[in-house]
């Protein structure tokens, strides 16, 4: 990727000659947790730094400050999967290490997104973007933590069908409508993480644009509804919403974490009677023609579309009638 800092190369030429003899594993496992420690640290802080002069305004106003402590801080010490990355381009360029510089002058790798807000805009030369793991993380939620507090009354309550643990909070990267790599979160069910991991892998990787994406609790107006409709008018991504359908009666997929709604303000929710459209957000009114030829408008070409088919999700613009052109769910 060529955005290894020259610290790091310093740093595993050091240990590359140090253990010259070890092999790869060897290699991985050489770059002491202090270093690791030390180095999340300094690129955590940093991009906080970032968070509030470039954070765009659209989305959960306001919510940076709120979710600053929503990530679970757990997973932090994982393991050393940022040594993995660097040990083996290191060692691929060893010849371009012996120009020294000073340590301070080198740009930091983010380790991984833990205690990093959603919406903070990240600094690409921050990333390491041959490992995604690092930039979608999963955490169970648990009664009583803070993702639990944050949801609980609002988008998940105690119910018969829907259990806590079939539940997944994530944080993870995506493009904003800026260009820029912008953190988003979601909850999602388990059984579609791994799917979600990889559509959201290769949404990244053709740059796929999504405004925001936040928890539909920072839209919370006292009912699953009216908060799905706020979350909606701001044009934020959200899955997990335990509701009932639109129009009532069963359990959306929404309910159960496996249902997201993409950019719903260029992909609206359209009903047709007699064959006239009808739809409720004003702000739609410009994407309810789907030939518009408009910048995120999801289509049969879309790579959202072509994305979440390849892993067995439905989509709502295939649906006669109504047609939910945000909608992809999996059952
Ligand atoms: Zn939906």
Redesign the pocket.
């Known amino acids: 990727m060529g955005m290894h800092s020259k610290k790091s190369r310093l740093l595993i030429w050091m240990l590359t000659a140090g253990l010259a003899v070890a092999g790869l594993s060897g290699c991985r496992k050489s770059v002491s947790e202090e270093e690791l420690a030390g180095q999340t640290e300094a690129a955590g802080q940093e991009a906080a730094q970032t968070e509030d002069g470039s954070r765009p305004q659209e989305g959960g106003s306001g919510t940076a400050g709120l979710l600053e402590e929503s990530g679970p801080e757990e997973s932090l010490a994982e393991d050393d999967r940022e040594t993995a990355g660097q040990a083996e381009s290191g060692m691929q360029e060893t010849e371009e290490v012996k120009e020294t510089e000073p340590e301070e002058t080198a740009p930091q790798i983010l380790e991984n997104l833990s205690g990093i807000a959603p919406g903070t805009v990240l600094n690409p030369e921050q990333l390491d973007l041959t490992d995604w793991d690092r930039y979608f993380m999963d955490w169970e939620i648990e009664e009583g933590d803070n993702l639990y507090e944050r949801i609980n009354g609002k988008s998940y309550r105690e119910n018969p069908y829907v259990p806590l643990e079939s539940l997944r909070y994530v944080k993870l990267i995506h493009y904003n409508f800026d260009g820029q790599i912008q953190v988003g979160e979601l909850v999602i069910s388990r059984d579609i993480l791994d799917d979600m991991r990889n559509i959201f892998r290769e949404l990244f990787e053709e740059e796929y644009q999504i405004q925001s994406m936040y928890l539909v609790d920072n839209y919370w107006t006292g009912d699953p509804d009216t908060t799905d409709w706020a979350s909606i008018e701001e044009n934020n991504t959200s899955a997990f919403c335990y509701r009932e359908i639109t129009g009532g009666g069963n359990l959306?997929n929404?309910a159960y974490g496996k249902?997201i709604?993409i950019n719903p303000q260029q992909n609206p929710y359209v009903s047709y009677s007699s064959g006239s459209p009808s739809w409720s957000h004003e702000n739609a009114n410009e994407y309810i023609d789907r030939d518009s030829g408009l910048p995120h408008v999801i289509t049969h070409e879309d790579p959202a579309y072509r994305i979440f088919t390849s892993y067995g999700f439905r989509w709502?613009g295939d649906w006669n009638n109504p047609k939910?052109y945000?909608?992809f769910?999996k059952n």
Do not use: E, V
Request: hydrophobic share 10%; charged share 35%.
């Open positions: 959306s929404h249902a709604d709502g939910d945000q909608h769910d």
